[in-house]
């Protein structure tokens, strides 16, 4: 909607509202008129019912303020003789319209007396649960946001099963573009998968003040720009999403406005200077090890080293075998029973499954080995005399693709070597031309809303020609720290500032194993309740919160059983 529309929609509802309630001011013993004054007539009613004046500020929360609306209708029909469940039900179900038939009764009574308004146990047990919807939904959206790490993309750093608390303060809260919405749910409610949110109306976007900008090298949660995904995982037709309901990533911000970013053999490289991550970064390349009497799964394990793929050689695998193989599967090759292998992540096959199913099973002693490390684990792993040597794998053939941003031939760009690229920022102007559109073309179009077209060599924005644009937003660069595990704005772009969603600051809960079903999760107690940020080894403060904990519950035991003694 634009801002004319939002205007006349607003001007409608204060329309609405007085025709529906002017002789129920007036029987409150407030003057009729005060029922058609903009933000006035809502401190009123609120006066009407008895609710706390400041509650004035909740109606123009997006999405909470839907459930003050709620409360309000049904709270005005209690006030003036509504006071059964049928009544609030017709409130809710009618919009609020239901307060019209009360309106125009003949003499509408109000019940000054708060006193005299019985609420059922079931009212109150509906109104607690309103109201820690609404604070919870208040929490959410405007300080800090519960969020899990589903991929590996941050893999070291981050790991798949870590349980986030995401500030929105520090980068400052995005006001919701999404009027209409599922509280406390993103894109999809559970259970139902239907989407909790309607696409219009959609108010513009609004940012809260920061109190710190992105600086480089840190972690940031943003919507996906590129996302047309209705549910992770499942493949099925896109959909094109609000802003606010884009699904959320969660990457290391290499690059900020401004800056010229390159990927030079597989390091990232800003303003011509190698970028040096803080110690907590643990970035993983590619690597292949070399060993003549082979590379043991188990000897990588005993070193720590997980992110590698194993080899099993069945010799007499049937279609029933292989069904119940196949959760813990990657890949599987062979063409009969004799000669089948199967490929597993480094947990390999359940041994008491292997033996159930009466199968007769080796793993293939491979001479090479393709490796995920970290270049300390790459050093450590050279060290060991049961290996020739560790060589570190880079895609150095640069060939035309559509595959990397801007995905556009000729562009010859790869996950290791990229750029350079300078990254957009606001007030600044770049020479545009037909070579080089393609890097900008969606900034212009899809994020900065103007109507772009060509014409041979001749670019036209808003029906005028252009050989340069100026950026009305800052944009940043996000990459995994996993770097070849990572779907990033190597593949998709710029990430504009209105898709910041805040900053990971606390890991409250980890789970080892969190896509692998419930049994056999296991909880990370060391991750629990540290810190995302900071230098040196991660600490959890888990031991001093149950102490806490202890404490407080002492003192109140103490005090209950004082307060006894003294009664």
Request: glycine share 6%.
């Amino acid at each position: 909607m634009s801002e004319i529309q939002w205007i006349l929609f607003a001007l409608i509802i204060q329309v609405v509202h007085f025709l529906g309630t002017w002789r129920l001011y007036k029987a409150s013993g407030e003057s009729p008129w005060k029922a058609i004054v903009p933000i006035y007539n809502a401190i009123i009613l609120l006066k009407i019912i008895h609710r706390p004046w400041w509650w004035v500020f909740l109606l123009f929360l997006p999405v909470i303020n839907l459930m003050i609306f709620m409360v309000l209708w049904i709270d005005t029909v209690k006030y003036f003789g509504k006071n059964k469940i049928l009544d609030g039900v017709l409130a809710i179900a009618s919009l609020g319209f239901y307060i019209y038939t009360i309106n125009y009764q003949k003499n509408p009574k109000y019940i000054s007396d708060k006193k005299l308004i019985s609420r059922s146990a079931l009212s109150e047990w509906i109104g607690s649960i309103v109201f820690a919807i609404v604070a919870a939904t208040f929490v959410h959206n405007y300080f800090f946001q519960p969020y899990i790490i589903p991929t590996g993309s941050l893999e070291k750093s981050l790991l798949i099963g870590d349980f986030l608390f995401v500030s929105k303060f520090h980068y400052g809260a995005r006001i919701p573009t999404t009027t209409f919405a599922f509280p406390m749910v993103h894109d999809t409610l559970p259970i139902l998968k239907l989407r909790s949110y309607s696409n219009h109306p959609q108010l513009p976007y609004l940012r809260l003040p920061r109190i710190q900008k992105i600086k480089r090298n840190d972690i940031v949660v943003f919507n996906w720009p590129a996302d047309t995904v209705r549910r992770f995982f499942v493949k099925e037709a896109g959909v094109k999403k609000p802003l606010d309901k884009k699904s959320n990533y969660v990457k290391r911000c290499l690059g900020i406005a401004g800056d010229t970013l390159e990927i030079i053999d597989g390091y990232v490289h800003i303003n011509g200077i190698k970028n040096i991550l803080p110690d907590r970064a643990k970035v993983q390349y590619n690597f292949k090890a070399y060993g003549s009497k082979g590379i043991s799964s188990n000897k990588l394990l005993s070193l720590g080293i997980k992110d590698f793929h194993r080899s099993f050689r069945i010799e007499n695998i049937s279609q029933n075998t292989y069904a119940k193989l196949a959760p813990y599967l990657v890949g599987a090759q062979g063409n009969s029973q004799e000669n089948f292998t199967v490929i597993t992540r480094h947990t390999g096959l359940p041994i008491d499954l292997v033996r159930s199913l009466g199968l007769i099973a080796s793993e293939i002693l491979e001479k090479t080995k393709d490796l995920n490390l970290t270049l300390k684990e790459a050093e450590k792993i050279k060290e060991q005399i049961w290996v020739d040597s560790v060589v570190q794998r880079n895609q150095k053939i640069k060939t035309p693709n559509s595959s990397f941003f801007p995905n556009k031939i000729p562009f010859n760009w790869n996950q290791d070597n990229f750029g350079p690229i300078v990254i957009p920022k606001a007030g600044e102007k770049v020479d545009i031309n037909k070579d080089n559109l393609p890097l900008y073309k969606k900034i212009i179009v899809d994020y900065e809303k103007n109507n772009l077209k060509t014409n041979g060599n001749t670019i036209l924005i808003n029906g005028k020609k252009s050989t340069q644009y100026e950026f009305k937003m800052d944009y940043y660069w996000m990459m995994g720290d996993n770097r070849h595990r990572s779907e990033d704005s190597r593949f998709w772009g710029f990430v504009p500032e209105d898709h910041i969603v805040g900053k990971p600051v606390f890991i409250w809960f980890s789970i080892d194993g969190l896509n692998d079903g419930i049994s056999n999760w296991k909880v990370r107690w060391d991750r629990v309740f540290s810190t995302v940020g900071g230098s040196g080894k991660r600490v959890s403060y888990f031991p001093y919160f149950i102490i806490i904990i202890g404490i407080w519950q002492a003192y109140v035991f103490y005090r209950k059983r004082k307060s006894k003694k003294q009664n």
